[in-house]
């Protein structure tokens, strides 16, 4: 088949706006699946995404389509929608020449629409735009459609209005993909070049590389490069998903399928990477993407039945299917052996923790996430922390650096005043404000990480009474003025317990977690005291009494001295204890102080 005859694109949207209902109508109507093997939801096929209604993992199928009498290869990749899984979508559009970008009728422009959206424009993708829902009762498509020019600059009379849920204006949608969407360019005479763009791991046939070719083609049997690592592998296998895995003999320049080639382990694949011919190899590696940036960190420990080697086969075999998690040994004196985690965000973080759980029958406790910062040292060397117990004395660092991003929220006008006071308590700055109709506004905002990522959306959600959306996008690190809380429990420093936080509210966050420590860790028969510091400087501190023993119960009458010296004694005994005695700290302890919610 001719490049003119194919066509590549993906649908993308804000979360919950249609785009995998839209997939099912496309695969009905080119008839990809039958009536018999039809499900809601056809191309989520992780028991977690039917679940919760979201997609996770990109995934790609291939259609047949005839109009005006010639056939047309469509092939389609559905892109998850949330903020977390941003570089699942800027995988797909990388591989796609077109992109059908849907916006729910009834919500309108939302912040992971526009975001998606020039991730689109970046990638060169040329853009259809579909309004999607318009069977609702409370749809209203003109003014999304002018909300749409607005936010994006799509003219609104371009918009097609279609509803996934019944298939009204689907085959209008398909023919627009054919007469719309570019065809790829014809580069089957030049040196074959493939993208790896995604890839997963099965038990019985070894790392399945989802591929879209560029240039040259590939071929059962062929001795192919991986331009990346320099290894060289037979194919075994070719194919394409039709939604099931179907085997052909060759892909040609600018199809999309899969490549079986006996690699054991998912590590040997870079997503991003090249494929090529062995004995003719092309001159230069297609421009891949940057490695997801891991920014939320958290400890996972086992608890009740698991143990350490049932955490750990549980976290390699997750792995294989989820390149964009890393795990390392972590040793804790309060809770023994676990993993320190590195995650997306905190749906990433959410899901991994159902995965272990569910699919791998595990026990976890887990300790709150963390953001990453970045140490500017006396010597000139950079280092990452990734926990403030790495975090290198005071005396040896230049800069402290945190995390920023560019946060987009979009609201309804009457909640602007409670958004804005929200996003200055967090220590955000306002960069600019623009309306996208006469009721809604995007503010976009420069903020820190570590303020937005645990509670933020909570609390945004319930200002703007659930309209308000947001998204954000790493940007940097910039150094500010951090310093790291050392909690002091009976004048020892605990680690575990320790966090880095803004020098403005460290007294707040200090005092905050003590008085939860206080409630947590039970009394002993001596006193304990609790403190926050900063370097040498104790910042705040609580008390736990101790147990008191009325010792002069037995005692009565006589002279005063008799009692004042046995609660003598007894004070030196306490002290003397206090002095040796070890405060245990229970494990349900350290997680309602690791918890940093009000």
Same mark, same amino acid.
């Given at each position: 088949m001719t490049t003119e005859h194919i066509r590549n694109f993906s649908i993308v949207a804000h979360i919950?706006?249609?785009?995998?209902?839209?997939?099912?109508?496309?695969?009905?109507?080119?008839? &990809?699946? @039958?009536?018999?093997?039809? +499900?809601?939801?056809? !191309?989520?096929?992780?028991? !977690?995404?039917?679940?919760?209604?979201?997609?996770?993992?990109?995934?790609?199928?291939?259609?047949?389509? @005839?109009?005006?009498?010639?056939?047309?290869?469509?092939?389609?990749?559905?892109?998850?929608?949330? $903020?977390?899984?941003?570089? =699942?979508?800027?995988?797909?559009?990388? *591989?796609?020449?077109? &992109?059908?970008?849907?916006?729910?009728?009834?919500?309108?422009?939302? &912040?992971?629409?526009? #975001? @998606? #959206?020039?991730?689109?424009?970046?990638?060169?993708? =040329?853009?259809?735009?579909?309004?999607?829902?318009?069977?609702?009762?409370? *749809?209203?498509? &003109?003014?999304? *459609?002018?909300?749409?020019?607005? #936010?994006?600059?799509?003219?609104?009379?371009?918009?097609?209005?279609?509803?996934?849920?019944?298939?009204?204006? %689907?085959?209008?949608?398909? =023919?627009?993909? %054919?007469? +719309?969407?570019?065809?790829?360019?014809?580069?089957?005479?030049?040196?074959?070049? #493939?993208?790896?763009?995604?890839?997963?791991?099965?038990?019985?046939?070894?790392?399945?590389?989802? $591929?879209?070719?560029?240039?040259?083609?590939?071929?059962?049997?062929?001795?192919?490069?991986?331009?990346?690592?320099?290894?060289?592998?037979?194919?075994?296998?070719?194919?394409?998903?039709?939604?099931?895995?179907?085997?052909?003999?060759?892909?040609?320049?600018?199809?999309?399928?899969? %490549?079986?080639?006996?690699? +054991?382990?998912?590590?040997?694949?870079?997503?991003?990477?090249?494929?090529?011919?062995?004995?003719?190899?092309?001159?230069?590696?297609?421009?891949?993407?940057?490695?997801?940036?891991?920014?939320?960190?958290s400890d996972f420990y086992p608890s009740g039945q698991t143990d350490y080697p049932k955490l750990r086969s549980a976290f390699e075999k997750l792995a294989l299917n989820d390149a964009s998690f890393s795990y390392i040994p972590q040793n804790s004196p309060a809770l023994g052996f676990g993993f320190r985690c590195g995650f997306l965000g905190l749906l990433h973080m959410e899901i991994v923790q159902e995965r272990l759980e569910r699919e791998n029958d595990i026990d976890v406790v887990q300790t709150a996430p963390t953001v990453s910062y970045e140490a500017l040292l006396t010597s000139g060397q950079v280092k990452r922390i990734d926990s403030p117990a790495e975090l290198p004395d005071r005396a040896h660092i230049e800069q402290l650096r945190e995390p920023m991003v560019r946060l987009e929220v979009i609201t309804s006008h009457d909640t602007i005043g409670g958004i804005m006071q929200l996003a200055d308590e967090r220590r955000c700055k306002l960069v600019k404000t623009g309306y996208i109709s006469p009721t809604r506004v995007m503010l976009e905002y420069k903020a820190p990480l570590a303020e937005i990522v645990y509670d933020f959306y909570d609390q945004l959600k319930g200002i703007s009474r659930g309209y308000a959306t947001m998204d954000y996008e790493f940007i940097g690190f910039e150094p500010d003025d951090l310093v790291k809380i050392d909690i002091l429990v009976n004048k020892t420093a605990v680690e575990a317990l320790s966090l880095i936080v803004h020098r403005s509210n460290a007294e707040k966050r200090g005092r905050k977690l003590l008085v939860k420590l206080k409630k947590a860790i039970p009394r002993h028969q001596f006193e304990i005291p609790l403190q926050a510091a900063i370097g040498g400087k104790i910042i705040a501190r609580e008390t736990i009494k101790s147990f008191r023993k009325d010792v002069t119960a037995k005692l009565y009458g006589g002279d005063v001295t008799r009692k004042m010296k046995v609660l003598k004694k007894q004070k030196e005994g306490k002290k003397r204890m206090k002095a040796i005695g070890q405060v245990t700290i229970p494990q349900d302890a350290f997680m309602s102080i690791l918890d940093t919610s009000d």
């Amino acid at each position: 088949m001719t490049t003119e005859h194919i066509r590549n694109f993906s649908i993308v949207a804000h979360i919950d706006h249609g785009k995998s209902t839209l997939a099912d109508r496309l695969l009905e109507l080119t008839g &990809a699946v @039958n009536d018999r093997n039809k +499900k809601a939801q056809m !191309l989520d096929d992780m028991d !977690l995404e039917r679940e919760r209604g979201i997609t996770i993992k990109a995934s790609a199928v291939t259609m047949w389509y @005839n109009s005006g009498g010639r056939d047309y290869m469509l092939n389609l990749i559905d892109t998850p929608g949330h $903020v977390d899984f941003h570089y =699942e979508v800027s995988r797909a559009l990388t *591989a796609c020449e077109g &992109a059908l970008l849907v916006v729910d009728a009834s919500q309108g422009v939302e &912040a992971q629409t526009v #975001a @998606n #959206a020039y991730l689109a424009i970046d990638s060169g993708c =040329e853009i259809i735009g579909v309004i999607n829902k318009i069977d609702l009762s409370s *749809a209203r498509p &003109a003014e999304v *459609a002018e909300e749409v020019e607005q #936010a994006l600059g799509l003219l609104q009379e371009d918009c097609l209005l279609v509803s996934a849920k019944t298939g009204q204006g %689907v085959k209008q949608l398909l =023919e627009a993909v %054919v007469a +719309k969407l570019p065809p790829p360019e014809d580069k089957s005479d030049q040196p074959t070049a #493939a993208l790896i763009f995604d890839s997963h791991a099965d038990e019985y046939r070894g790392v399945i590389c989802y $591929v879209r070719v560029f240039a040259g083609c590939l071929k059962k049997k062929q001795k192919i490069r991986l331009m990346g690592s320099g290894r060289w592998y037979q194919i075994a296998e070719l194919g394409k998903f039709t939604p099931t895995m179907t085997a052909v003999e060759q892909l040609g320049s600018g199809e999309v399928g899969y %490549v079986i080639a006996n690699i +054991k382990q998912l590590g040997d694949v870079t997503i991003g990477d090249t494929i090529t011919d062995f004995n003719h190899p092309a001159p230069h590696p297609l421009p891949g993407y940057k490695p997801p940036a891991q920014m939320v960190f958290s400890d996972f420990y086992p608890s009740g039945q698991t143990d350490y080697p049932k955490l750990r086969s549980a976290f390699e075999k997750l792995a294989l299917n989820d390149a964009s998690f890393s795990y390392i040994p972590q040793n804790s004196p309060a809770l023994g052996f676990g993993f320190r985690c590195g995650f997306l965000g905190l749906l990433h973080m959410e899901i991994v923790q159902e995965r272990l759980e569910r699919e791998n029958d595990i026990d976890v406790v887990q300790t709150a996430p963390t953001v990453s910062y970045e140490a500017l040292l006396t010597s000139g060397q950079v280092k990452r922390i990734d926990s403030p117990a790495e975090l290198p004395d005071r005396a040896h660092i230049e800069q402290l650096r945190e995390p920023m991003v560019r946060l987009e929220v979009i609201t309804s006008h009457d909640t602007i005043g409670g958004i804005m006071q929200l996003a200055d308590e967090r220590r955000c700055k306002l960069v600019k404000t623009g309306y996208i109709s006469p009721t809604r506004v995007m503010l976009e905002y420069k903020a820190p990480l570590a303020e937005i990522v645990y509670d933020f959306y909570d609390q945004l959600k319930g200002i703007s009474r659930g309209y308000a959306t947001m998204d954000y996008e790493f940007i940097g690190f910039e150094p500010d003025d951090l310093v790291k809380i050392d909690i002091l429990v009976n004048k020892t420093a605990v680690e575990a317990l320790s966090l880095i936080v803004h020098r403005s509210n460290a007294e707040k966050r200090g005092r905050k977690l003590l008085v939860k420590l206080k409630k947590a860790i039970p009394r002993h028969q001596f006193e304990i005291p609790l403190q926050a510091a900063i370097g040498g400087k104790i910042i705040a501190r609580e008390t736990i009494k101790s147990f008191r023993k009325d010792v002069t119960a037995k005692l009565y009458g006589g002279d005063v001295t008799r009692k004042m010296k046995v609660l003598k004694k007894q004070k030196e005994g306490k002290k003397r204890m206090k002095a040796i005695g070890q405060v245990t700290i229970p494990q349900d302890a350290f997680m309602s102080i690791l918890d940093t919610s009000d």
